[in-house]
Nanobody
């Protein structure tokens, strides 16, 4: 399994921005589906963005379209989530996930990923 470590979370006021990073190691396959999920207290973990590393095809949940951008570095060992125009409802623990695959299934489902990071907290105040 891939090892994943998230960073970049924090507290920000509504309208602000944060960039999350996910450092990945232990790749054994050529291509992966990689995603960002979030979980607020008392709610299900939801997929907010995903990318298939082989072709760069991306997915965004409707709630974050136009505000969040998922990307990866050239070495494909770091995944990013640029979050702009943050809202209080974006407050959650954010998790990075990876799964070796020849494609991504959208919307991304928690059950479709076996490698997970420990998460980074994002808090948006009004």
């Amino acid at each position: 399994q891939v090892q994943l470590v998230e960073s970049g979370g924090g507290s920000v006021q509504a309208g602000g921005s944060l960039r999350l990073s996910c450092a990945a190691s232990g790749y054994t396959y050529s291509n992966y589906c990689m995603g960002w999920f979030r979980q607020a207290p008392g709610k299900e973990r939801e997929g907010v963005a995903a990318v298939y590393t082989g072709r760069g095809v991306t997915y965004y949940a409707d709630s974050v379209k136009g505000r969040f951008t998922i990307s990866q570095n050239n070495a494909r060992n770091t995944l990013y989530l640029q979050m702009n125009s943050l809202k209080p409802e974006d407050t959650a623990m954010y998790y990075c996930a990876a799964e070796a695959s020849y494609r991504c299934s959208y919307p991304p489902r928690r059950s479709g990923f076996r490698s997970w990071g420990r998460g980074t907290q994002v808090t948006v105040s009004s």
